[in-house]
């Protein structure tokens, strides 16, 4: 654009002709190495963002409507940056001029030309008053444009300018926890540029091979651009349609399971509650509201077989879900089997009956009770898939509480993942999730090399539908929805149920279980309620009621 142009703007019968002193075309974006073909890509489908341009477009006034306003100070475009590509702005450093000469001129100023600038300001009032009362009467005192409107429009031009100065700071830093926040954050205000944009520069630094954040990062990016296009229950389902193959699946989860001490110490603590409040009954009734392979009877059965006096008859009601039954490629009958040949060979007397129905359906008659059993209820990792009131005005998780109380249990036991997701806001939610699974790669990545292809495994198809689900979904089609342990106990204590704090012999078996895992795990004991976690992030608590 050249200097020496003039625009006129047409103001009722009045005209006033802008004549720029420098040039604008200094004002652009980057060169299009650095900022343009952003661009995102999912499989078939691809955004193109747009491409970068000059603020030239926008100099011109002759578009502006008749309330003075300047498009291209609104404009999110109209953003300049320096030549290390940070967005800057010298608009702070300009003035507006009435000239004699019925010309509006950018002219520089400081705070020397203070006298200079107060002679010209009076001067354009006088000017705008004179102009205001020619084209509309005595009514003129309605308007006052240059004092409104100007400073607005300046305003709002440099807060643009320095939201982008720090988003590209922020990029050049490369933290990749602040960057995916940060693009939450846009998406939760509806800002889609600063979204797009950010999901663009996302995706050449994640990678479900690099480090524990760019692992994560990878699905959590995957989750908000499913968000995004309101598709989130659709790439939640279609990743439990690509599941691996049930027993594919069960040897992800059977590594899972090993290499990591928390679903053994999930049901290391409640076997050890269980067991405690049985030692003196000869029949014993466990009703397990998510058996899953019956992995965590196995070493209870063992324990019992070697009981003074004798083992206890046992009896196991189990309530199956849909992806255990998936992973072992059939009903509960398997599970039922598996444990009936293990009692056997252990001389334990042994009875195992299942319910055809899900947890949050199950009834008081489906656990056909006999007066001389001791009844213990199991909840292991399974109350914050049952939906509350907040979706469902029947409330099974509350429901199921008073159900177990009813069952009259000499113990009751809870093991869940310690964080809050249940009814926390979007931005919340995210800033959770991102913290406790990074706690969970991590802890992985100390084990498992890499590049390791079972390690990939494991994280896609056990942990990274649950990000998914945390993020993408809302409503009832989000099932993931935790609750910490002090909300627990407020729902137990309504049910009617009084703490049953954990021995100090399940203490020391399970520091001696941590023993035998490599990393940073921490045990802690508070209120009689066990919490195992990954440096400073508890992540599953465990604890006992009756």
Same mark, same amino acid.
């Given at each position: 654009?050249?200097? *020496?142009? &003039? ?42 963002? $747009? ?7 926008? %100099? ?14 609104? *404009? ?10 940070? $967005? ?38 006088? &000017? ?8 509309? @009467? ?11 409107? +100007?400073? /607005? ?11 982008? &100065? &720090? ?44 480090? $524990? ?11 908000? =651009? ?24 069960? *040897? ?33 009734? +466990? ?6 392979? @019956? ?15 004798? #083992?206890?008859? +046992? ?15 059939? %009903? ?42 001791? =009844? ?14 907040? +979706? ?70 056990? !942990? ?34 009084? #703490?049953? $704090? ?10 001696? !279980?941590? /023993? ?31």
């Amino acid at each position: 654009m050249q200097t *020496s142009q &003039k625009h006129e703007i047409t103001y009722g019968s009045g005209r006033f002709y802008v004549e720029p002193v420098q040039n604008l075309e200094s004002y652009c974006f980057p060169s299009s190495e650095n900022l343009e073909n952003y661009c995102s890509s999912d499989n078939s489908c691809q955004t193109t963002y $747009p491409s970068v341009q000059t603020l030239e477009q926008y %100099g011109t006034l002759e578009s502006a409507s008749t309330s003075n306003s300047f498009p291209y100070q609104n *404009s999110p475009s109209a953003v300049s940056f320096s030549s290390n590509n940070s $967005p800057v702005s010298k608009v702070e450093s300009n003035s507006y001029v009435l000239r004699p000469q019925n010309s509006l001129e950018i002219v520089n100023g400081s705070p020397e030309d203070d006298s200079y600038l107060t002679h010209d300001l009076d001067d354009l009032t006088h &000017k705008i008053r004179e102009l205001e009362t020619a084209m509309l @009467g005595p009514n003129a005192d309605v308007l006052d444009i240059y004092d409104a409107v +100007i400073p /607005e429009e300046s305003d709002s031009f440099l807060l643009e300018a320095e939201k982008w &100065k &720090k988003l590209m700071e922020m990029v050049s830093r490369g933290d990749l926890k602040e960057m995916l926040y940060t693009c939450a954050k846009a998406m939760a205000v509806n800002d889609m540029e600063t979204t797009e944009w950010l999901v663009s520069e996302l995706r050449k630094m994640v990678s479900i091979s690099g480090n $524990p954040i760019q692992r994560l990062g990878a699905y959590m990016l995957e989750a908000l =651009v499913a968000r995004m296009a309101s598709s989130g229950s659709i790439i939640y389902k279609s990743l439990k349609c690509s599941e691996p193959t049930g027993n594919e699946l069960l *040897s992800y989860m059977h590594v899972l399971y090993e290499i990591c001490p928390y679903f053994k110490f999930g049901y290391m603590s409640a076997n050890g509650a269980i067991a405690e409040a049985m030692k003196e009954e000869s029949e014993v009734h +466990i009703i397990d509201f998510q058996i899953n392979q @019956g992995t965590q009877w196995v070493s209870l059965i063992q324990a019992l077989a070697h009981r003074p006096g004798g #083992p206890p008859k +046992i009896r196991i009601t189990a309530v199956d879900d849909s992806v255990s039954a998936y992973a072992r490629g059939g %009903g509960l009958d398997i599970v039922g089997k598996r444990l009936s040949t293990l009692a056997q060979s252990c001389h334990v007397p042994f009875e195992f009956h299942a319910v055809r129905a899900a947890a949050s359906e199950v009834q008081l008659e489906d656990f056909e009770l006999r007066p001389d059993e001791a =009844v213990a209820v199991n909840f292991a990792i399974m109350l914050h898939h049952v939906p509350d009131e907040s +979706i469902n005005s029947h409330n099974h998780r509350d429901r199921l509480l008073r159900l177990a109380k009813h069952l009259s249990p000499k113990v009751v036991t809870l093991v869940e993942q310690e964080f809050n997701t249940n009814n926390a806001p979007f931005l919340q939610r995210f800033f959770e999730t991102m913290n406790y699974y990074l706690a969970i790669f991590e802890s992985l990545d100390v084990v498992m090399p890499r590049e390791h292809k079972e390690r990939i495994n494991v994280e896609q198809h056990c !942990l990274a539908r649950e990000v998914v689900n945390l993020i993408a979904c809302e409503g009832a089609e989000r099932v993931e929805r935790h609750e910490l342990l002090n909300k627990w106990r407020m729902r137990f204590t309504m049910a009617g149920f009084t #703490p049953y $704090p954990l021995s100090s012999f399940i203490n020391s078996s399970i520091k001696d !279980l941590l /023993e035998s895992y490599r990393g940073h795990y921490t045990l802690e004991e508070t209120d009689g309620a066990l919490y195992l976690g990954w440096k400073n992030q508890v992540l599953i608590a465990s604890c006992a009621w009756r």
